[in-house]
C-alpha cells in the first residue's frame, strides 16, 4: 500500500523521509520532489530495484536512469577520467540542473541497465531531495511519469500514473513552481575530449560557455582542420549536424561523430 506524505508539514515530512528511506532499504521505489520535476527513486546499486524503477516506468534497459548524488564530492567514487572542464562545470552548476554523462567507475558493483560504461550524475537543488539523498546515499533517479507521458510536477501527479508501483510518495508542492511547465536538466556528455550539449535544459549553452567557453552546443561538431599545405576549410567553424530527438524523457546516443558516447538517458529529474 502506496503512503503520501505532506513535506512541507515538518512532522509529515521527518515520517516521509524515515519511510522513503527504509523503501530504499527494502529495494523499493519512492517518489520525491526535484528542483525542474519529480522523480521515481531506486537504490543506484540494486539491480532489483532499478528493475522496479524501469517496470513502473515502462521503460527497458536500453535507457538506463540517471543517478542524483547528495555532494559534489561523490563525483569521483562514482565516475572516472573527469576532466578538469567536466569539473569546472560542476563547481558551477551544482546541486542545480545540470547532468554530466561521465566514464562509470568500473569498479562498482551496480547495474543501471545497458550504460556502455558510462553514468549520468546530477546533485540537485532541492531541499527535500538533498535531504534523502544524506540518508540514502546515490539514488538512480528517472522523472515520475509512465513513458510517454508528461513528467509530474506534484506526488500527486506522479502517482495517478505509477500507482502502487512506488511504496512511498514525498509531496512537496509544484515542481518548478506552479503554473510553470516542468523544465528538464541540460545534459552534457563529458566523456570524450570536447564536452557536448546533448540535451537543452535549465542551464543554458550561454552559461555553460561562461565556464568552459569550447562547450559544443546540441548538434554541433568541431570542423576537421585540413593539412596545413591545403586550403583550410572552416578552420575553427561549427557545423550543425542532424542529432536523435532529445525531449524530456531522453538524450541521444551513439557513436558517430557529434553523439555522446554514453548510452539514452532516461529522464532525469
Not at 141 to 150: E, F
Not at 151 to 169: H, K
Request: hydrophobic residues 40%; charged residues 20%; negative net charge.
Amino acid at each position: 500500500m502506496s503512503t503520501t506524505y505532506n513535506c512541507t508539514s515538518d512532522d509529515q515530512r521527518a515520517l516521509g523521509l524515515e519511510h522513503a528511506q527504509r523503501a530504499i532499504s527494502e529495494q523499493k521505489c519512492v517518489v520525491f520532489p526535484t528542483d525542474t520535476v519529480y522523480g521515481i527513486a531506486a537504490d543506484a546499486f540494486s539491480p532489483q530495484a532499478v528493475t522496479m524503477l524501469l517496470v513502473s516506468k515502462g521503460r527497458g534497459r536500453s535507457m538506463p536512469p540517471p543517478v542524483l548524488i547528495p555532494r559534489i564530492n561523490a563525483l569521483d567514487g562514482l565516475a572516472t577520467d573527469v576532466s578538469a572542464d567536466a569539473r569546472k562545470l560542476a563547481e558551477a552548476f551544482w546541486p542545480g540542473g545540470l547532468t554530466l554523462i561521465l566514464h562509470a567507475q568500473p569498479s562498482l558493483d551496480w547495474d543501471l541497465g545497458d550504460t556502455k560504461g558510462t553514468v549520468a550524475l546530477r546533485m540537485p537543488a532541492d531541499e527535500v531531495a538533498q535531504e534523502l539523498l544524506t540518508l540514502t546515499g546515490p539514488l538512480a533517479v528517472s522523472s515520475a511519469n509512465r513513458t510517454g507521458h508528461a513528467a509530474a510536477q506534484t506526488a500527486a501527479e506522479a502517482r495517478e500514473q505509477l500507482a502502487e508501483s512506488v511504496e512511498v510518495y514525498l509531496e512537496g508542492g509544484f515542481r518548478p513552481l506552479e503554473g510553470t511547465e516542468g523544465v528538464p536538466s541540460t545534459i552534457v556528455d563529458a566523456t570524450g575530449p570536447l564536452l557536448r550539449v546533448v540535451r537543452n535544459g535549465a542551464v543554458t549553452l550561454q552559461q555553460l560557455r561562461e565556464h568552459v567557453p569550447g562547450v559544443l552546443g546540441l548538434g554541433e561538431i568541431p570542423m576537421a582542420e585540413e593539412p596545413a599545405d591545403e586550403t583550410p576549410v572552416g578552420d575553427s567553424e561549427v557545423v550543425e549536424v542532424p542529432l536523435a530527438e532529445a525531449t524530456l524523457d531522453e538524450a541521444p546516443t551513439g557513436a558517430t561523430a557529434g553523439e555522446p558516447a554514453g548510452p539514452k538517458q532516461e529522464p532525469n529529474a
